[in-house]
């Protein structure tokens, strides 16, 4: 099942603007209590959404033949915050944008619990860049949840068209640069990405794998990432290969030490699971 929402700068999404609300009533009773009580309440509400920000052709010309670009999301489904794995039962939960629009005190107090709470999907650099142009900065720093999904430039057969790789390659890395700077916040990072530069050497380090490494805790960015999966393909390497390379990417993103701390919670799992299966299968021997 597909929702498509429009997230265009003229959407109320990322327009509003609480300061222009010049009407200011008496404070509610639930206005009333106290901030700690307030986000407890808004705890039940918000819960964890998962949404591919994607740019397309708008639909609504607006009286002329121009086309304009917007961003729109689709929902998905959402990922566990223990193993960050997908659930096996999901139903889709209606954003609650209704309450967040009801008054400007209510909007101050949830708009960033909603950046926040919600897990974006990119799929294309252009999504991307759009996305860090319209949206305030102050929910860019609230987002702790990122998920890359990237398709590098093939190599072009004529050098007259090598320019289109270039630039397709220093957008993406200008995006990763910007979203790294923007995202304060971030915490969680999926990349799924796939490599069509070469010839190339399979190291961390090579042109391919420089717009990763901004969100490393020695990039001097400021991210501070504690969950960072990494997925690499290419048909020129084998999979055993892109793996021990996506595993130090991961070190270098996480840093060693939250690294060492993941793969030692995992190890725990692993052995928890088979203790189990051994048990069931003593009882029915």
């Given at each position: 099942?597909?929702?498509w929402?429009?997230?265009d700068?003229?959407?109320a999404w990322?327009q509003?603007?609480?300061e222009?609300?010049?009407d200011?009533?008496?404070?509610?009773?639930?206005?009333?209590?106290?901030?700690?009580?307030?986000?407890?309440?808004?705890?039940y509400?918000?819960?964890i959404?998962?949404?591919?920000i994607?740019?397309?052709?708008s639909k609504?010309t607006?009286?002329t033949?121009?086309?304009?670009?917007?961003?729109?999301s689709?929902r998905?489904?959402?990922?566990?915050?223990?193993?960050?794995?997908k659930?096996?039962?999901?139903w889709?939960?209606?954003l609650?944008m209704?309450l967040?629009f009801t008054?400007?005190s209510i909007?101050l107090?949830?708009?960033l619990?909603l950046?926040?709470?919600?897990?974006?999907v990119?799929a294309?650099?252009n999504a991307?860049?759009?996305?860090?142009?319209?949206?305030p900065?102050?929910?860019?720093?609230?987002?702790?949840h990122?998920?890359l999904?990237?398709?590098?430039y093939n190599?072009?057969?004529?050098?007259?068209?090598?320019?289109?790789k270039?630039r397709?390659d220093?957008?993406?890395y200008?995006?990763c640069?910007?979203?790294?700077l923007?995202?304060?916040?971030?915490r969680?990072?999926?990349v799924d990405?796939?490599?069509y530069?070469w010839?190339?050497r399979?190291e961390?380090?090579?042109?391919?794998?420089?717009?990763?490494?901004?969100f490393g805790?020695?990039?001097?960015t400021?991210?501070?990432i504690?969950e960072?999966?990494?997925?690499?393909?290419?048909?020129?390497?084998?999979?055993e290969?892109?793996q021990i390379?996506?595993?130090g990417?991961?070190?270098?993103?996480?840093?060693p030490?939250?690294?060492?701390?993941?793969?030692?919670?995992?190890?725990?799992?692993k052995l928890?699971?088979?203790?189990?299966?051994t048990?069931v299968?003593?009882?029915?021997?």
């Amino acid at each position: 099942m597909e929702i498509w929402t429009s997230l265009d700068s003229r959407q109320a999404w990322c327009q509003f603007d609480p300061e222009t609300q010049t009407d200011t009533p008496s404070p509610s009773s639930f206005q009333c209590l106290p901030a700690e009580l307030r986000l407890k309440i808004y705890a039940y509400l918000f819960t964890i959404y998962r949404v591919e920000i994607i740019r397309r052709k708008s639909k609504k010309t607006e009286g002329t033949k121009k086309l304009y670009y917007r961003l729109y999301s689709k929902r998905l489904r959402p990922r566990v915050d223990k193993n960050q794995e997908k659930p096996g039962r999901w139903w889709i939960k209606s954003l609650p944008m209704t309450l967040i629009f009801t008054c400007r005190s209510i909007y101050l107090d949830t708009i960033l619990l909603l950046y926040a709470n919600t897990q974006f999907v990119f799929a294309t650099t252009n999504a991307m860049t759009r996305f860090i142009k319209i949206t305030p900065s102050d929910a860019q720093a609230a987002i702790r949840h990122v998920e890359l999904k990237h398709i590098m430039y093939n190599e072009p057969r004529l050098t007259e068209f090598r320019i289109y790789k270039a630039r397709s390659d220093m957008a993406f890395y200008l995006a990763c640069e910007d979203m790294a700077l923007a995202f304060k916040g971030l915490r969680v990072l999926h990349v799924d990405m796939r490599i069509y530069d070469w010839p190339i050497r399979l190291e961390i380090g090579e042109l391919w794998s420089l717009p990763l490494l901004f969100f490393g805790r020695e990039s001097g960015t400021g991210t501070d990432i504690d969950e960072a999966s990494v997925r690499l393909r290419m048909v020129m390497f084998s999979d055993e290969a892109l793996q021990i390379i996506a595993r130090g990417l991961e070190e270098r993103i996480m840093g060693p030490e939250k690294f060492q701390i993941r793969e030692d919670e995992r190890l725990a799992r692993k052995l928890h699971v088979l203790g189990r299966k051994t048990k069931v299968l003593r009882l029915v021997m």
